[in-house]
């Protein structure tokens, strides 16, 4: 059953450093999302893309943080100098048609600013 | 704009009983209605989702979830519960108008059953 997938599983980074976190959607998938969540509490909307486009971003989404789908199958998201909140599980999802359909996960990255 | 309530932070049933985690959500219109489940150091797995149609929605493990427009309830049910069904259940709701909306999730309810 294709699956989405997540690189790195775990990344640890100083803060002010930029990160990249990776994510490879199910193949025929035509909209993407990342989503966060701090430990311990709930999942939170960050951005979502489609057509090559941010369709919408939540306020958590600021100048510090860019997607791009940089060819064919990677989907990436940038923080551009990481600060001590963003310590949380990043998860990637996408779904084929949009807003009737099941998104899918990946299983997360776990981001720690130090 | 759309949120969804899980009024329990923690359900515990013991193997075999029937279980019910409850979620109530606020949004304009028809809902797109959703659950989800993780596993610990795992991402969110579907479990089932009511678009339209008949009101008791099946899904995957034996899940069912009930729409109840009038509650604006989507309780999740299983008629006999196992220990490997304890883990992490989030309910989640869709903006129906618009084609990319984001899922807005609740806060989360541990399921723990026990032998």
């Known amino acids: 059953e294709p699956e989405v997938t997540q690189t790195p599983s775990h990344q640890v980074t100083q803060m002010g450093q930029e990160v990249i976190l990776r994510c490879v959607p199910i193949?025929?998938?035509?909209?993407f999302y990342w989503y966060r969540q701090i430990l311990g509490q709930k999942v939170e909307f960050l951005v979502s893309f489609y057509n090559n486009e941010i369709s919408e971003k939540s306020e958590i989404f600021d100048d510090q943080f860019s997607v791009e789908r940089p060819d064919g199958s990677n989907f990436t998201l940038k923080i551009r100098s990481t600060k001590l909140e963003d310590s949380a599980m990043y998860f990637c999802a996408s779904s084929d048609y949009g807003t009737s359909d099941e998104q899918y996960f990946g299983p997360g990255t776990r981001l720690t600013v130090t | 704009a759309q949120s969804v309530a899980q009024p329990e932070d923690q359900v515990n049933v013991a193997e075999g009983n029937p279980l019910t985690v409850k979620c109530t959500y606020s949004v304009s219109g028809n809902p797109y209605l959703f659950w989800y489940v993780q596993y610990p150091n795992r991402g969110l797995q579907f479990l089932l989702k009511?678009?339209?149609?008949?009101?008791l929605v099946k899904g995957s493990y034996g899940f069912e979830a009930e729409f109840n427009k009038s509650q604006t309830s989507f309780h999740l049910k299983k008629p006999s519960a196992l220990v490997s069904d304890s883990a992490l259940y989030f309910c989640a709701v869709r903006d129906p108008h618009s084609g990319n909306t984001p899922l807005v999730f609740g806060k989360g309810t541990r399921l723990s059953v026990i032998a």
């Open positions: 009511y678009i339209t149609g008949d009101n």
């Open positions: 193949s025929n998938h035509l909209y």
